[in-house]
């Protein structure tokens, strides 16, 4: 199933994907797909309805990210060992993890705002997980049965606030529209392998990242399970889950993003991206 939310920003309803690609509108169902509403039960209550007896939304609508809130919004770094190469950083022993800002949480079409002042702005295609159910020092063969679905994200990034500004990595990873989701929650009866999700990005139509959430240092089980020892996870939080190579960084010389560029990406499953980086 997939969950997705649209219309005008603030003002998005939910609705999920038939088979037929149509977006059919279930908000005399839910009010809202969010922190209160994510569940295993929600998934059961929209699996048993008819999506043909439902609205369609209208055409063309804007597709806005596919929750409405989230409390963590939570981010692994160097989780691929070929991009940590390429960012001269070593293989590390365990998960790197730091916070991207909830209110940098955007649609997955929308316009990137590049900050005032910004010279280092760049992409990262990310696989996210959503997850369902509280997590509380659960384990890692329980890890999985915790998640509600999987997306798309687009890990925008400032390198120079992350690594030269002082302080911690939030400080280039947070500035509004820097978290670009979906277009839509697949849940994860739908993926049975997140470890087997082919994905790409493009910058201006030329491929800048090609790889497997295979290759990833540590699992979406292992991620869940390690964030759970220091922190209740809670239903609606995301965790994007790290970048392949091919960053902007990692380019000989360094490549970053500029007002006009525009970025296309997608992961295996779980739908695609586009963005153009506007000044503010």
């Known amino acids: 199933m997939k969950l997705v939310r649209f219309g005008p920003a603030g003002h998005e309803k939910p609705g999920i994907v038939d088979a037929g690609g149509i977006i059919r509108d279930v908000s005399s169902i839910v009010a809202d797909f969010g922190p209160e509403t994510i569940s295993p039960a929600l998934k059961d209550k929209l699996a048993g309805i008819d999506p043909a007896s439902l609205p369609a939304a209208p ?10 809130r989230i409390g963590h919004f939570i981010a692994i770094g160097l989780n691929y060992a070929d991009h940590a190469a390429e960012t ?18 955007s649609g997955p079409n929308d316009d990137v705002l590049m900050p005032k002042g910004s010279v280092k702005l760049d992409w990262e295609v990310e696989l996210a997980i959503v997850i369902g159910e509280r997590c509380d020092y659960v384990s890692k063969e329980d890890a999985l049965s915790k998640v509600f679905g999987y997306a798309l994200c687009n890990d ?11 302080g911690q990595w939030i400080k ?17 009866d739908e993926i049975p392998d997140p470890q087997a999700l082919s994905m790409f990005l493009d910058v201006n139509g030329q491929r800048a990242q090609t790889g497997s959430t295979a290759t990833m240092i540590f699992t979406c089980a292992e991620i869940v399970s390690y964030l759970s020892e220091f922190m209740v996870l809670e239903p609606g939080d995301v965790i994007t889950t790290g970048t392949p190579p091919g960053v902007g960084l990692g380019m000989k010389p360094p490549r970053f993003l500029k007002a006009g560029d525009t970025m296309h990406l997608g992961i295996e499953g779980l739908g695609e991206q586009r963005q153009t980086v506007i000044t503010r």
């Open 59 to 68: 055409e063309g609508a804007r597709i806005g990210a596919p929750v409405s």
């Open 88 to 105: 001269g950083a070593p293989i590390p022993k365990e998960p790197i993890v730091f916070s991207k800002a909830p209110s940098c949480l």
């Open 156 to 166: 925008v990034s400032e390198r120079e606030y992350q690594a030269e500004r002082g």
């Open 172 to 188: 280039g990873k947070s500035a509004p529209t820097f978290g670009p989701l979906g277009p839509w929650i697949v849940t994860a």
